[in-house]
């Protein structure tokens, strides 16, 4: 039995935000190892510290996605750097022993932003990308883990997941999608067909899905 096609529905009007500053240096800085903060926008997030955004921007690609949609349905929110001390408040990333970072956390990051915003987030460990598009309707959104090699889907890459897109539409073939450490033309309202994505793609996600509103 054919299984029915999958509709089209994409979200248009949906924010493109980089996790740096302003999304025409994002091409130096993962390209040309340019200082994030030579891009004069580098305090857009509220960051005041250099030492601090060279360290965490890199690493806030998870909040980066949730701003976005955060503003895609007018929920007011404090800016980038104060999302990342709640964050951190919550366990949503968690400091090594060596220095590094393990997050975005899926499960305290649901519970933060289910406290915080009042989004039901649904944590999928296990989902196929063309499942979780069928997710996407005219209230969620849906956030997935990829390589970051996606910001070149024609070349080949070596890894799967460690950076988290935006996913804001669908249709029968693919996927509209935010990549906030993207370069053109692969950034912002990217189409990629779903045998490409699954290159990428590490096979787990969330869904996000805004809070009801009055009438609903």
Request: one cysteine or more; hydrophobic letters at 40%; proline letters at 7%.
């Amino acid at each position: 039995m054919n299984e029915k096609p999958l509709t089209a529905l994409r979200h248009s009007g949906v924010p493109y935000y980089t996790q740096w500053g302003d999304p025409a240096w994002v091409r130096a800085i993962v390209e040309d190892a340019a200082d994030p903060c030579d891009d004069p926008a580098w305090r857009r997030g509220g960051f005041t510290e250099p030492e601090r955004y060279r360290f965490w921007a890199k690493r806030l690609c998870g909040l980066t996605c949730l701003e976005s949609a955060l503003d895609f349905w007018g929920i007011g929110h404090p800016c980038r750097a104060a999302l990342l001390d709640e964050a951190l408040r919550h366990g949503v990333y968690r400091m090594r022993d060596d220095g590094g970072v393990d997050g975005l956390i899926y499960r305290p990051f649901a519970q933060w932003t289910a406290q915080a915003f009042g989004l039901h987030v649904d944590v999928l460990p296990r989902i196929g990308i063309e499942e979780i598009a069928t997710r996407i309707d005219a209230d969620t959104l849906a956030i997935v883990s990829v390589s970051p090699e996606i910001r070149y889907p024609d070349r080949h890459n070596e890894t799967r997941g460690g950076h988290l897109i935006l996913l804001h539409g669908r249709d029968e073939r693919g996927v509209w999608f935010h990549n906030p450490s993207g370069v053109a033309p692969f950034q912002a309202d990217v189409w990629l067909p779903f045998d490409t994505v699954n290159r990428f793609y590490a096979g787990r996600g969330l869904t996000l899905r805004r809070p009801a509103r009055a009438g609903d």
